[in-house]
């Protein structure tokens, strides 16, 4: 009787899949298999901490310390209360990919895995069920840590975290505190870096102001003012500080939202309520002081040009000048920021932002007689008109008020006089121009800006053109290129004729003389909005007196720790109720926020913040933390943070080696964590001052996604799939017809599939191998579930190399392997080894499946050949490949395992192919030995038969032969 393989137990299935693979999760983790040493403290050798099984061949080499460090590290992962979806692990698989072929490069590979756990999602949960966030968010840990478990994930388990952990917490409100004890000295210089310019403890500030070196702003002695008064002062300076800010309110939601929390309809993201801007008293991060060394430091990292590029436009760092144009009817003077102070001669008008500081003192009592009724938007008083507009104004994003092509605005009555011509020009207020750029006011040129001239249409002003267009320009459009000046001369300057750059020096200097310019480099970067108003969120270790004074907590009162509350929510109001106030929830605790403490001048009354940090500032540091997590006394280790992060030739900054997540986070997370980074660094607590070396964005996995005739999307996994008679295909749900897309996975698009179902069909590796083998890692991949069979039938094929599914017995191969096979091995290795250095985990795969249908073709197989596919095999399918390398006799662990090199002797071709040419022209192709001399290659040329036919009798004037690839014959003429 015939037995069959699939009720023997020997079969490679899903069912022998996650026998093998829980075994061997089980046996990593009591031998502690991935653990990294660090070089001092509780995780080195000497600590033998997390050790259960000293003796355990399963252990890291004792040798491992004294290996090259390499640092992996993937980006912060929500604990979402939906788990995984297949496209999650994409980017883990693909670093635990790299890390254990690392490991057996030679490296002592350091990976770990924690939980960015504050945020919206868990606060907003909290006030809809009333359940704390701390259940809800250490819930969905416990289940997302199930699942990534399953994957065999090669992490040190020791270093992982979550940044709601109250030691956690302690660090990330005392690294706040470092930066709100400092200032950007622009005078300073680091040791190791080529820039001036970095953070300095506030105290050094504090030395020039006693000191006398450094003035205060009345020029009164430091020792003169009260304690306000000088806290009001450094807070000018302090690189944490408190302003009223223009922020994103949204009344709707009772919090302050960040630009990236509302849509481009003006709507916050959660909810749909309408987002004003409302100027309010909020912390703020001063990264604007740090603009130029983010750019200028980003050329030495290994970056994807498209990240580097959105970094830089996002800092949007622009040459310029800042001109002083005079008021027409009083001393004061309105500044400007502008690129082209070359075009001076065309301007003939003023904008400021409404929300520009200068607009009340500007505008005028009453309406001239002469002002065109568009320019007083209907109203009898210029303050009349400018309130509504700046309260229209408010209710619009900053997006809204650049992208509109309508141009709306307000005459405030006054005239500014342009230096250049002598003339008086209005002054509008327009929501076009922003406070958050350059001075918030603006030289406008209609003729020269397209944003200018759709104003000056509107409201019927001049336009004069002082750069030269082509001959064929339309005259009804603004000239945005380049050309020499135009129109722009007077009794003391004259710049006709000039290119751009020549022309802006010499009206720079002209200006400069006379009071009017100076030279400036402005940024499109504003400060860090640093405030949120939810509960879920690490409480600032801030505390103010009864003068509302910012007082800093000593370390020996951290971690502050959040009050428990009733209710979660901060309050609310009517959707369109622009002008009220945030109330968070923690400010409802009066026991919490009123306190009574000890802070060196005997008890006093203090009253806590009651704002919340925003959930960027946990993956701000954590690439620190692994480096040294359990340390209670130092945020790391320098000896520790200098051996994972420590700047080498290689990496100049320093940094984790490989930092791998998605392109969402290409601008702030990444400017965020370099921010504070550089802050560290600056403040002598780290030796890197880049957080990240080498960055990879892997793509995203998309599925198929199905909508019915609403437009409603329908459970992809309940779609049928129908073929008519034509072989055409359609999809239907529910007996009715739906229509079929690509889309991003995810819970919205109702197209989600769980790693766990593709443990349960087909076992962790398989998933692994197929996720890995879909395409290269930074590109998109769609997602197929029914193709998931083939990495599965791969493994089989290696499984059955090995064991005989019947029996389970061996069926490797006695002695070595012939000369046809040793060949396709080490070119299988020279390329996997090329491939996994560059992150080309599919191309890989792929040459693994050649070798691995060689030898099925074979009959088998011989140690010598199995023995380095297992290897190669093992970043993708470790498990498996754990099993098999036991079968080969092996009783320790294959993590460790040199990978295999090629032998040069097999990477050398049987035969190449020669071309060869007559007149330029390809006559002939032979079939020749490598290693052919250059007399019998010319030989065999000038012998072969269509090379004589092309001859046709002609003598032979001159060969040129390249061995052993090419002959050029070169007849008599």
Request: hydrophobic share 35%.
């Amino acid at each position: 009787m015939t037995t069959n393989p699939e009720e023997t137990g020997f079969r490679y299935d899903a069912v022998l899949a996650e026998k093998i693979e829980k075994s061997w999760q089980h046996t990593w983790e009591q031998a502690g298999t991935f653990h990294a040493p660090n070089p001092t403290g509780d995780l080195s050798l000497t600590a033998d901490l997390g050790r259960q099984d000293e003796e355990s061949p399963y252990s890291p080499p004792q040798g491992l310390g004294e290996r090259e460090s390499l640092y992996i590290m993937d980006m912060f992962p929500y604990p979402s209360g939906a788990g995984l979806h297949v496209g999650h692990p994409l980017g883990y698989l693909g670093t635990d990919v790299y890390g254990r072929y690392q490991r057996m490069r030679g490296h002592n590979v350091m990976h770990a895995l924690s939980y960015d756990a504050f945020g919206l999602p868990a606060d907003l949960y909290a006030v809809q069920t009333g359940q704390h966030p701390r259940i809800t968010t250490d819930a969905n840990i416990t289940n997302m840590t199930r699942q990534l478990r399953r994957l065999g994930l090669a992490h040190d388990a020791r270093r992982s975290f979550a940044t709601t952990d109250d030691d956690f917490v302690r660090w990330t409100q005392w690294i706040f505190l470092q930066i709100f004890n400092s200032w950007y000295d622009p005078e300073a210089r680091t040791d190791g870096e080529d820039s001036v310019g970095a953070a300095r403890p506030i105290t050094t500030l504090i030395e020039s102001f006693e000191q006398g070196t450094k003035q205060t702003p009345d020029s009164r002695p430091w020792s003169e003012l009260s304690s306000a008064e000088q806290e009001n002062i450094l807070q000018d300076y302090r690189l944490a500080y408190v302003s009223e800010s223009p922020v994103n309110w949204c009344p709707g939601l009772g919090t302050v939202l960040a630009n990236e929390e509302v849509t481009s309809e003006g709507l916050s993201e959660r909810g749909n309520f309408p987002v004003y801007t409302r100027r309010l008293r909020q912390w703020n991060m001063r990264i604007t002081a740090y603009a130029d060394r983010l750019i200028d430091d980003l050329d030495d990292l290994d970056w994807p040009s498209a990240v580097r590029s959105m970094q830089v436009n996002w800092i949007g760092r622009s040459k310029g000048a800042l001109l002083r144009l005079p008021v027409a009817t009083s001393q004061s003077q309105v500044e400007v920021y502008t690129t082209r102070p070359d075009t001076l001669f065309g301007a003939t008008y003023l904008v400021l932002s409404p929300e520009h500081p200068q607009v009340a003192e500007l505008t005028a009592a009453h309406w001239d007689e002469a002002t065109p009724d568009s320019w007083r938007g209907g109203h009898p008083t210029p303050a009349e008109a400018i309130a509504a507009y700046q309260r229209a104004a408010a209710s619009k994003t900053d997006a809204d008020r650049q992208q509109s092509r309508d141009k709306t605005g307000i005459f405030t009555g006054s005239d500014a006089v342009n230096p250049a011509t002598g003339e008086q020009i209005p002054i509008f207020i327009a929501d076009y121009v922003l406070m958050g750029y350059g001075t918030g006011a603006i030289m406008a040129v209609p003729a020269e800006d397209a944003r200018d001239w759709d104003f000056a249409k509107s409201f019927g002003l001049p336009y004069v053109r002082t750069v030269a267009p082509p001959a064929d320009h339309d005259e009804d459009a603004a000239f945005t290129g380049t050309g020499v000046m135009i129109n722009s001369s007077n009794d003391e300057i004259d710049i006709n004729g000039l290119e751009i750059d020549a022309a802006k020096a010499k009206i720079t200097e002209w200006l400069s003389d006379r009071g009017l310019a100076t030279e400036s480099t402005q940024y499109r970067l504003r400060d860090w909005l640093f405030s949120r108003q939810r509960y879920w969120g690490e409480p600032f270790p801030i505390v103010y007196n009864e003068a509302g004074t910012p007082i800093a907590l000593p370390d020996s009162m951290l971690p502050v720790e959040l009050p428990e509350v009733d209710d979660f929510a901060p309050r609310t109001f009517a959707a369109d109720d622009a002008d009220s106030e945030p109330e968070p929830a923690l400010g409802r605790n009066r026991d919490w926020v009123e306190v009574e403490l000890d802070l060196g001048d005997g008890p006093q009354k203090y009253y806590r913040e009651t704002n919340t940090m925003p959930n960027w500032a946990g993956s701000s540091w954590y690439q620190l933390r692994y480096a040294d997590p359990h340390n209670t006394e130092r945020l790391v280790d320098p000896v520790n943070e200098n051996y994972w992060l420590g700047p080498r030739e290689s990496k100049p900054r320093g940094g984790a080696d490989l930092y791998v997540g998605g392109a969402e986070h290409s601008v702030l997370h990444l400017l965020y964590a370099r921010f504070w980074h550089k802050i560290l660094f600056d403040l002598g607590h780290v030796t890197s001052s880049e957080p990240f070396h080498r960055l990879v964005n892997q793509g995203y996995i998309q599925a198929y996604a199905y909508t019915d005739s609403r437009g409603i999307y329908v459970p992809a996994a309940e779609v049928e799939e129908k073929t008519d008679a034509n072989g055409e295909s359609s999809f239907w749900y529910d007996d009715a017809q739906v229509n079929r897309e690509y889309g991003k996975i995810g819970k919205s698009l109702k197209n989600s599939v769980s790693p766990d179902e593709m443990y349960d069909a087909y076992g962790a590796d398989t998933f692994r191998v197929y996720e890995m083998s879909m395409g290269p890692i930074e590109q998109a991949r769609p997602w197929e579930t029914r193709a998931v069979v083939g990495a599965q039938r791969f493994l089989q094929r290696v499984w059955r190399l090995f064991v005989d599914e019947t029996t389970g017995e061996s069926v490797i191969r006695d002695g070595t392997s012939d000369p046809a096979t040793l060949k396709v091995l080490h070119q299988v290795i020279d390329g996997v080894r090329d491939d996994m250095d560059h992150l080309r985990f599919n191309t890989a795969i792929s040459k693994l499946i050649v070798l691995t249908n060689h030898a099925t073709k074979q009959g088998g197989a011989t140690a010598d050949v199995l023995e380095p596919l297992v290897i190669m095999l093992a970043p993708f399918a470790p498990h498996l490949a754990e099993e098999l390398w036991t079968k080969l006799g092996h009783t320790s662990t294959l993590t460790y395992a040199v990978f295999p090199a090629a032998d040069p002797q097999h990477l050398v071709a049987d035969q190449v192919t020669c071309v060869v040419q007559v007149k330029g022209k390809v006559r002939a192709r032979l079939e020749v030995d490598p290693d052919i001399s250059s007399e019998e290659l010319e030989k065999l040329a000038l012998e072969s038969p269509n090379a004589l036919k092309a001859l046709d009798g002609a003598g032979v004037r001159k060969v040129i032969v390249r061995a052993p690839k090419l002959v050029n014959i070169v007849p008599d003429a």
